[in-house]
């Protein structure tokens, strides 16, 4: 483990190998207080946590990761499929050894967080932020959406990335400026890290995968709903006030897909970055629903 100065908030970085990957990992916090795993989604990093876990620590022990193939994640990326991101993610919570956790996903994050309930039960709760689950109501409603059109041109094979590759910086900017309520809350500083992690072509291609097994993440969650148990686990769906879509539509479709225990929480005047744009509101949710007290 590779300790970082005073000068990044005391976060501590280290590599962990795990299903073929070697997966960047930052911790913040003392081991022995409930641990919160903390999933981004894209065009981000582990960097789109920064703000939570400082305001989380001491209460808690938090650990975010630069999904495989993002930013210092190296080796094998899976194929984009969720279930496979989940194996991941699960493989490393055993390597870590941790205890009284809570999975927490944003945007594509979440997506491999609900693939996790689904295959595991050995966590204590879970959050799902700002995303549709593929395959779970109202998926099909945000496909026919004229403003989701970033869905299908991720998807194609090749073009995307031929396109994006070294204009990142303009292209992701268009995603924060457009999706969030106030643009200043993802810095520069922020923006210039998520470029640097998508830098590579792998990690474009990575990210772009995630896009391109939509269609097999929704047969594989319909198959899990048809046929699997209820999940049982605990669910947060946290959703920012000024993110578009209703949010009691997508808990009723996660209840008519089986998750028995959920609760739902709005972060006011935030859009869709609501980890960024509002970091105390969103660990103050997560608090109240892990029981985790203020010092």
């Known amino acids: 483990m590779v300790p970082m100065d005073s000068q990044d908030g005391g976060f501590r970085h280290q590599q962990v190998s795990v ?15 409930p641990a919160f795993v903390l999933l981004h989604g894209w065009p981000e990093s582990w960097e789109a946590w920064r703000g939570v876990m400082r305001h989380a620590v001491p209460s ?3 650990l975010a990761i630069d999904l495989p193939g993002i930013g210092q994640s190296s080796g094998a990326t899976t194929d984009g499929s969720k279930r496979q991101l989940a194996e991941t993610v699960h493989a490393l919570i055993a390597a870590q050894r941790l205890t009284d956790v809570t999975l927490v996903g944003h945007d594509v994050g979440g997506l491999v967080t609900y693939a996790y309930l689904r295959a595991y039960q050995d966590i204590q709760r879970a959050v799902i932020m700002d995303v549709v689950i593929p395959g779970v109501d109202p998926w099909e409603e945000v496909l026919r959406n004229p403003y989701i059109w970033h869905f299908a041109f991720h998807a194609n094979p090749g ?7 070294g204009r990142q910086a303009l292209y992701f ?9 106030d643009t200043s809350s993802i810095t520069a500083e922020a923006r210039a890290a998520y470029v640097s992690a998508y830098s590579a072509p792998t990690a474009l291609s990575a990210g772009f995968n ?17 046929s699997g148990p209820n999940v049982t686990t605990p669910l947060l769906y946290i959703r920012g006030e000024r993110e578009s879509g209703d949010i009691d539509t997508y808990v009723r479709g996660f209840r008519a897909a089986g998750i028995s225990i959920i609760e739902q929480h709005m972060i006011p005047a935030s859009g869709h970055f609501a980890p960024e744009e509002a970091p105390l509101e969103v660990w103050q949710a997560l608090a109240r629903f892990a029981g985790v007290l203020q010092p």
């Open 19 to 33: 299903n073929g990957s070697s997966l960047h990992v930052v911790e913040a916090g003392d081991r022995q207080a």
């Open 60 to 62: 808690a022990y938090m």
């Open 159 to 165: 073009l995307p990335e031929a396109l994006v590759q």
């Open 173 to 181: 900017d268009w995603f924060y400026d457009v999706l969030t309520a």
């Open 210 to 226: 995630w896009y391109r097994a939509f269609t097999n993440d929704a047969e594989d969650n319909r198959r899990s709903a048809a």
